[in-house]
């Protein structure tokens, strides 16, 4: 089993920018293709970054896309999302995922291990 803890999250202005971290344990953390997802109170999950396990394929919602920035290191077993230029909307529990599938997905029910999320809330 992987485990998966996030951190990194907090309150922030409009504007600014976090980096959210995902630490990875239990198995290869170089076998899984890792994801970003978040939900905002009273909404539905929303997909967020995916990185492929080789770290060679990225793939961004169009909310976040230009700002966002997913990255890995293997070696640390590591996820990252960096997040600049942060709204009010995009205040939301984040999520770190893992993935056995081989290519990319912003499929929730594609990934097999979920983290227990970090709040991130951008207000003035």
């Known amino acids: 089993q992987v485990q998966l803890v996030e951190s990194g999250g907090g309150l922030v202005q409009p504007g600014g920018s976090l980096r959210l971290s995902c630490a990875a344990s239990g198995r290869t953390f170089s076998r899984y293709g890792m994801g970003w997802f978040r939900q905002a109170p009273g909404k539905d999950r929303e997909f967020v970054a995916a990185v492929t396990w080789s770290g060679d394929s990225t793939y961004y919602a169009d909310s976040v896309k230009g700002r966002f920035t997913i990255s890995r290191d293997n070696a640390k077993s590591t996820v990252y999302l960096e997040m600049n230029s942060l709204k009010p909307e995009d205040t939301a529990v984040y999520y770190c995922?893992?993935?056995?599938?081989?290519?990319?997905?912003?499929?929730?029910?594609?990934?097999?291990?979920w983290g227990q999320g970090t709040q991130a809330t951008v207000s003035s």
């Open positions: 995922a893992a993935t056995k599938s081989v290519g990319i997905t912003s499929w929730p029910g594609h990934y097999d291990y």
